[in-house]
């Protein structure tokens, strides 16, 4: 489903990606970690489609089309999801407006028609309270005023309305109490499906209690260092970062 | 209207103020001066009256008690409980030539007395027709009497695509302890000059609560003047401007704080896109003895064309010890982090620019102090930014 090989990323004069080479599959949830700075966040943004990240070399095959000369709204409607690390506040713009808006868009891109009002609402109201989400959320500006778990859980619904095949997931799970973590993690656990491949990039191996990886990978230094399965991440946990850059050193 | 003196009220236009006024450094009049001249010289002909379906079709979507001026004359007044109507006197009047332009040309002036709480909003609609070259000027007075509790709608439209330049005056009086909502609209036709100056004095423990919203016309200048003129006094009132090209929309305030404790705030917002110009000069005027005077502007703009210019000033003069005065305004384009979020659930640039374009405007809209005005004002208010983003030649955001 996505193909990345040798992807050079930098913003401004700042290089952030030095040659990232990883495939992900339908049907596959992948970890990435790493430590602060390793250049999780740039992945996700550049797979997004953000101009401020320029990339400088390697290439991104998304579902056999080159992904990088995609807009970040074709992207969104061919499929792809970013879960953001710090949700925007939308003062103004009504949550149901925008999760509506999006619906449309990706359906006009398909082809299909507008989804109906009450379909929309039913559905709307359905996801949120699995989420725990109160349904007034729906008539507030989008982030205006939530709290941080609230942010958070407001992009698992729209992930959730949306049904992504490609859902990037950064930094969900910083910020979340316990309780909201299972939300979210359930949440994601709902949309896991053989057609669909998730990627979440965490700096704790804390979500990947409630969400289980099948691969896990280490970045660090815009690269990724290690792959291995989900007790890579216990062992990161246990050991550290250093252990790792430490191990692939000698 | 008696015989005119052409001769009188060219000499009048010729005083029009000019760019050399500090006042009028960045509006030029030279529109108005035209529009009247040529007026003049082909006869000062009064213009058209709108007809009766026209008025109804504007009316009905506000229910509310309306009087009409067409083109300047009173064509249509309610029927209501504690609102009496009268005319205004003729005078002379020499403060300024646009002052000096409406006395003399004014065929008649409407005074408003209002006691108690009106069942329904008052309505002013201003609708000026223009099929050829037209001028025309109005004059309201509105008397709120002590405890009085009034909704007040000012809806300014205008028909026919001819040039016409409208020079009007509002002066609300409101007594002690009353209290007043009032809802502006501008919505005039893209050929139309218009000077609106609105002077507003407030008494003990009355309030303002005011929001206005420039949305057509060509050249528009608005002088709104606050005089708040007894203890306890409160005026809150916000403006919203939304232009492009080949608009130019000036909107000076001036608030006199004569004693204290009084309290003014204000908030205007503007929208520009393409080659347009917009003028903000919020000037607050602490008076000596005044204290307890607490006083707030602020002017926030959206710049969407690098063709559009927005000169904003706030000015403060205080003359009192105890005061809380604050101001800020801003220039800036749309929120890229915002815009990026937007399009990553798979709204096009277009779409995010004006979906984030409503959310400024709608800010001010939700804040319309009278219910019966808030369908109409966001009606207009959408239409016009749909128009304002939609252009592709009129934008270069997403060029």
Redesign the interface.
């Known amino acids: 489903m996505l193909e990345i090989k040798d992807l050079k990323s930098r913003i401004g004069d700042t290089e952030i990606l030095r040659g990232l080479s990883l495939s992900v599959n339908a049907g596959e949830v992948h970890a990435i970690m790493g430590p602060n700075g390793s250049g999780k966040s740039t992945l996700a943004q550049v797979i997004a489609g953000h101009e401020d990240y320029e990339v400088t070399g390697g290439s991104v095959t998304y579902k056999g089309r080159d992904l990088l000369e995609l807009d970040p709204e074709i992207r969104a409607r061919e499929g792809i999801f970013l879960g953001f690390q710090y949700p925007v506040e939308i003062p103004g713009v009504n949550n149901a407006y925008l999760l509506k808006a999006a619906l449309n868009a990706k359906r006009k891109h398909r082809g299909e028609p507008e989804i109906d009002a009450f379909e929309f609402l039913k559905t709307a109201k359905e996801r949120m309270a699995s989420l725990g989400m109160d349904p007034k959320f729906l008539h507030r500006g989008v982030n205006e005023g939530f709290s941080g778990g609230e942010k958070k859980r407001n992009e698992i619904l729209q992930m959730a309305m949306l049904e992504p095949e490609l859902a990037i997931l950064d930094e969900t799970d910083s910020g979340l109490d316990i309780d909201a973590l299972k939300a979210v993690a359930a949440g994601v656990n709902a949309l896991r499906s053989p057609e669909r491949a998730i990627i979440l990039v965490t700096h704790y191996q804390r979500l990947l209690d409630y969400i289980q990886p099948d691969f896990v990978h280490v970045l660090s230094g815009g690269r990724i260092i290690r792959s291995g399965d989900k007790s890579l991440a216990l062992e990161l946990e246990a050991k550290g970062y250093d252990w790792v850059r430490e191990a692939v050193a000698t | 209207m008696n015989q005119l003196d052409t001769a009188g009220i060219r000499s009048i236009v010729g005083r029009f103020p000019t760019t050399r006024d500090e006042d009028w450094k960045y509006t030029d009049l030279a529109p108005a001066r035209d529009i009247s001249l040529r007026w003049l010289d082909a006869g000062a002909t009064p213009p058209a009256v709108a007809g009766d379906r026209e008025v109804t079709a504007l009316t009905s979507e506000i229910d509310a008690h309306w009087f009409v001026i067409a083109n300047g004359t009173l064509t249509r007044r309610p029927d209501a409980t504690g609102v009496t109507i009268g005319q205004l006197p003729a005078t002379d009047r020499n403060d300024d030539a646009l002052a000096e332009l409406n006395a003399a040309l004014l065929r008649e002036g409407l005074r408003i007395q209002v006691s108690g709480t009106p069942d329904k909003p008052l309505g002013l609609l201003f609708i000026d027709t223009a099929d050829s070259v037209a001028v025309s000027q109005a004059r309201v007075e509105l008397v709120l009497a002590a405890h009085s509790d009034v909704d007040l709608v000012e809806y300014h439209v205008s028909q026919g695509h001819a040039e016409h330049f409208a020079n009007t005056e509002l002066r609300i009086d409101i007594a002690d302890h009353a209290r007043l909502r009032h809802v502006r609209i501008q919505s005039r036709d893209r050929n139309h000059v218009q000077t609106a100056a609105t002077a507003i004095t407030l008494g003990r423990d009355s309030s303002l609560n005011m929001t206005g919203f420039d949305l057509g016309g060509r050249l528009i200048r608005n002088d709104l003047d606050i005089e708040l003129a007894q203890k306890g006094a409160a005026a809150v009132f916000d403006g919203l401007y939304l232009a492009g090209d080949d608009q130019h929309i000036d909107n000076h305030t001036r608030v006199d704080h004569l004693v204290g404790p009084a309290v003014s705030r204000q908030e205007y917002r503007g929208i520009l896109n393409g080659r347009c110009r917009c003028v903000w000069n919020g000037k607050v005027i602490v008076h000596e003895g005044a204290d307890g005077t607490d006083g707030d502007q602020a002017n926030h703009n959206l710049v969407l064309s690098e063709k559009a210019e927005i000169d904003t000033k706030p000015e403060l003069e205080i003359y009192a010890d105890d005061v809380k005065c604050s101001h800020g305004t801003t220039v800036g384009q749309l929120?890229e982090?915002?815009l990026?979020?937007?399009?990553?659930?798979?709204?096009?640039?277009r779409?995010a620019t004006q979906?984030?374009t409503?959310?400024?405007?709608?800010?001010l809209v939700?804040r319309i102090p009278v219910a019966a005005a808030i369908q109409l004002a966001e009606k207009l208010v959408i239409a016009r930014l749909a128009d304002l983003i939609d252009d592709p030649v009129r934008n270069d955001v997403t060029a």
């Open positions: 929120d982090t915002a990026f979020y937007l399009r990553s659930r798979g709204l096009d640039r779409h979906v984030l409503h959310a400024f405007a709608a800010g939700s």
